[in-house]
């Protein structure tokens, strides 16, 4: 039989990704990048390839141009590699995105600051499923000088696959840079960029106070934040926000490896992502994120001259703009995940999250778990069990019940057959309307049971002592110092 599927009826070519470099260049030379901090600057200030006027730093051409091509050239020599690479089936997964300041309390339905507890809860939670991610929420209930630094502490010492990430204010750093020695994992400083052409002096400073760090333990890794929100952040259009970023990342890669050649911050180049322009936010769920995906997933081979591969997407989020676990959500999900799935996905992020991810929700966490099951069916019932098509014993199997000595349901051609033909849940009850009314019950229902049980009897993991001890000594100085207590 054929089959009809839409093909995308538009692509990038390397002109548009040729522009796009050329007036990343041309920024970069005639506009400058704002760095407002003089002692940063004292320090590249007079080095070739830069001028620098009151605090703008502006590049020449060929100084930019052959950063650039290096970027290039490293871009297209991993997509070789990756090429070459053998191919795995990919396994299913759901990963947690989380990072929000509110969430739904379980059992009023309350919008409400998260807490320390709420995060503990939450972590039990994902984990009761073997699922992994980022921290779901970050606790509201400590000043705001120790909240990041406790989502770290908690983190580390009640999972092994939860990630604390980023911190809110410079003065959280030390601490949390002490934490990730004791745990020997990398610290990130991220360097932002939060307007156009300019990077936040804060961050500047977050990376003098870390650098003799830096060069002495060599276990701190650098990251450029600079958000591509189309027509709000950044131009509206794929290559026109790919400009932008092109041009921002690089300039932040360029004035950091003149200040130290060792220092290497990610070069990248980034298409937006659907925004709501009536109130200027992102457009988490949005109909078309299929194609700002497709889309994207062109910038890089066009950059480097090549045909765009056979595209897949390699991880779908489950995105909604909702803030209540209510029809827009469900719609926003499973149109996100369905799609992502028949294009290749096979990773799933954002489970829990809502209203982009200001909300995390245990309950919406479960009944997205439930999701990605059920678009892993759909999947699969492409490929199907051959018992669906089986004519073995089919004689006998429909004699027997027309002379009433069986019926379908119980003959043993229904029993050794149906766990390889049916798709059976156990959160998503199909049953006629006498039946339901018995117990009234929804799958928002069951999940919330489900989430309180696994809550109240998860055994989460357990730090060692040495390494719960340092943590906690490290944390009650940043109480000491930072609150004065």
Known sequence: MGYTYPAYAIELTPQILQECCDVALKLLHAVGFRVAHEQFLS??????????????????????????QEFISGECAAAQAKALRPKRAEEWRVVVGGVAMNLIDMETEEIRPATCQDLRDGIKLVNSYGIGGNYPVMPQD??????????????????????????QQPEQTRYIYEMNRVMGKPFTITLCVPTQMTLDPKDVDVFLSFHADFKKNRDITFATVDHPMGG????????????????????????????????????????????????????????NRHLYSCLNAQLVPRLCGQEPPSWAQDMVLLETASAVMDEQAALEKMAQGLLGALQGARSFYYAGSLCVDDLFSGVQFVMDVEMVKYIRQVIEAFDPHPDIISTEGLY????EVSLGRDTFLSHENTVKRF?????????????????????????????????????????????PEDRQSELDKIYARAQKELIGR
């Not at 830069?50 to 730093?57: L, P």
């Not at 000043?143 to 990430?165: G, L």
């Not at 006998?396 to 004699?399: A, D, H, K, S, V």
């Open 43 to 68: 320090q590249i200030r007079g080095m070739p390839g830069i001028r620098i006027d009151g605090d703008r730093v502006y590049f020449d051409p060929d100084l930019a141009g052959r950063y650039l």
């Open 142 to 167: 400590l000043p705001p000088i120790m909240r990041a630094i406790a989502c770290f502490k908690i983190c580390y010492e009640t999972s092994q696959d939860i990630r604390p990430y980023d911190y």
């Open 232 to 287: 709000i952040t950044k131009p509206i259009t794929i290559p026109g926000c790919a400009t932008m970023t092109l041009a921002e990342s690089l300039a932040v890669h360029i004035l950091f490896n003149l200040f130290d050649p060792e220092v290497r911050t990610p070069v990248y180049i980034r298409g937006p992502s659907p925004t709501d322009m009536r109130h200027a936010c992102w457009a988490f769920g949005a109909p």
């Open 396 to 399: 006998e199997e429909c004699r």
């Open 419 to 463: 766990r390889n033909i049916v798709s059976p849940s156990e959160r998503l009850i199909r049953q006629k309307l006498q039946s339901w009314l018995s117990h009234r019950t929804t799958l928002k229902d069951r999940a919330r049971a489900e989430a309180l049980d696994r809550i109240r009897n998860f055994e989460p993991y357990h730090l």
